[in-house]
């Protein structure tokens, strides 16, 4: 069982920045690949940025190439989502998630087994 607790969400103006942080329990932190979502309200939950084990490998959504950065700090069990020049369009609840790395990509909702409660991040115009 692993348990995901997720901060460093709040209000931030557009061209800001914030860094998320995803804290895990458990001792085998390392063996999972950690991702982030986000959800708008109204809209389903939608893939942001990924890392591999390792963090050797990343992957991102389009819409945050460039803006949105990826770690992981296996001993301390956290992974964090850097996020810069920020828009409105970003408004929603991050949550980070954990998967067993079944080989079948990063992007897919269906293949993380552990979720965190989410952190809202809001941009103003």
């Known amino acids: 069982q692993v348990q995901l607790v997720e901060s460093g969400g709040g209000l931030v103006q557009a061209g800001g920045s914030l860094r998320l942080s995803c804290a895990a329990s458990?001792?085998?932190?390392?063996?999972?690949?950690m991702g982030w979502f986000r959800q708008a309200p109204g809209k389903e939950r939608e893939f942001v940025a990924a890392m591999s084990r390792s963090g050797s490998s990343t992957d991102y959504a389009d819409s945050v190439k460039g803006r949105f950065t990826i770690s992981r700090d296996n001993a301390k069990n956290t992974v964090y989502l850097q996020m810069n020049s920020l828009k409105p369009e970003d408004t929603a609840v991050y949550y980070c998630?954990?998967?067993?790395?079944?080989?079948?990509?990063?992007?897919?909702?269906?293949?993380?087994?552990?979720w965190g409660q989410g952190t809202q991040v809001t941009v103003s115009s």
């Open positions: 998630g954990a998967e067993r790395d079944y080989g079948l990509g990063y992007r897919r909702r269906d293949v993380y087994d552990y």
């Open positions: 458990g001792r085998t932190f390392s063996s999972y690949v």
